[in-house]
């Protein structure tokens, strides 16, 4: 049963473009919602996180938008850059669980052509 | 801080070998993790540990050991290796009662 669903597996864009990266997740009772970002060869990184109390957040030229009713969100890259070339996962837990335990999408690579 | 770290960066072993990853954080954190990367499947979650001599199974844990001794290290054995075995390993930490999971750089393993 997977948890988390990421789409797409694959991603190109233009420099400036503005790609769009999805998630759906099942568990209700998640409540923190992670999107990490991993270069070739290093692990990942924390980029931005959502509770469901909001529905958008940004930080920079990322944002993440939540959609609680549809169990959905996504995050956006605003004037894309080919340093942002990198795979994206999203990510969600339960803090009730009192672990954070993540699960994570299967990850999106994404390529921002100059 | 050196964050989390891991060793060795990459290893080659013969199918029925065993190995010890080890994995080590400089942050006082409570929450280790252990989590395996294949092509496709994102990160899945091996073992995990909320403290020194507490270690619960995650999503995939058949064929690996974990103990926490320490609040530092959080080790991943393998006992007998398997070709299924062949995956990045990222090792994760964080503190209790915060959400960001910090991730070392990873161990590559192959193998034959």
Redo the contacts between chains.
């Keep these: 049963q997977q948890q988390v669903k ?1 789409s797409p ?1 694959s991603l190109i864009v233009q420099k400036g473009g503005i790609p769009i990266i999805n998630c759906a997740y099942e568990n209700t009772a998640f409540d ?1 919602f ?1 999107w ?1 970002q991993q270069f070739p ?6 980029l931005i ?1 959502i509770r469901p109390d909001v529905s958008e957040k940004k930080e920079g030229r990322f944002t993440i938008s939540f959609n609680k009713s549809a169990k959905q969100f996504s995050l956006h890259i605003m004037d894309s850059q080919p340093g942002d070339s990198a795979t994206y ?1 999203c990510a969600a ?1 339960n ?1 009730g669980g ?5 699960t ?4 999106t690579l994404l390529t921002v052509n100059p | 801080n050196a964050g989390v770290t891991q060793t060795p960066k990459f290893q080659v072993l013969k199918t029925g070998q065993s190995m010890t990853l080890q994995c080590a954080q400089d942050m006082n954190h409570e929450y280790m993790s252990w989590y395996r990367q294949d092509p496709g499947m994102g990160l899945r979650l091996i073992h995990y540990s909320v403290g020194a001599g507490i270690t619960d199974q995650g999503e995939v844990p058949n064929g690996y050991n974990v103990s926490r001794s320490t609040t530092e290290d959080f080790p991943l054995r393998l006992l007998s290796a398997a070709p299924s075995q062949t995956s990045v390993y990222f090792c994760a930490s964080r503190g209790g009662g915060r959400e960001t999971q910090y991730f070392g750089p990873g161990t590559r393993l192959l193998v034959l």
């Design positions: 990421q597996q923190y992670p990490y060869g290093k692990g990942p990184a924390l996180a996962f837990s803090s009192s672990n954070y335990k993540l994570f999408g299967k990850g």
